[in-house]
């Protein structure tokens, strides 16, 4: 049974920082796409980042570049480290990941690549005071 199960979470000020983590248990990592999504209130949920594991690619929405990194380690664990958070980062923010590869997974065009994602976690909130 595949689980995603993120933590890190919480509440910063602006210009902070924070380090979301997600383990994955169920499936390898060797070859799998993993992502972060985010729901901000009022909109639909965006894509963040994803990272193949397979070709060591990450790639980026334009919101996270240059601010977001997305980490992987030998524990199955994923990671969004966070900086430079602004209030319109708030949200709640998801892991995704699936072992397969259908047409969009890990391609960058996360809104197509959204319902393609099988694993989902529960969610973690982010809250950024300004």
């Known amino acids: 049974q595949v689980k995603l199960e993120e933590s890190g979470g919480g509440s910063v000020q602006q210009g902070g920082s924070l380090r979301l983590a997600c383990g994955v248990s169920?499936?390898?990592?060797?070859?799998?796409?993993l992502a972060w999504y985010r729901q901000i209130p009022g909109k639909e949920r965006e894509g963040v980042g994803s990272?193949?594991?397979?070709?060591?690619?990450t790639r980026y929405a334009n919101s996270a570049k240059d601010r977001f990194t997305i980490s992987i380690d030998d524990k199955n664990n994923l990671y969004l480290q966070m900086n430079s958070l602004t209030p319109e980062d708030t949200g709640m923010y998801y892991c995704a990941a699936d072992p397969a590869f259908p047409r969009f997974i890990c391609s960058g065009d996360f809104r197509a690549a959204r319902s393609e994602y099988r694993h989902w976690g529960q969610g973690t909130q982010v809250t950024v005071s300004s």
């Open positions: 990272i193949n594991t397979l070709a060591n690619r």
């Open positions: 169920g499936f390898s990592f060797d070859s799998a796409c």
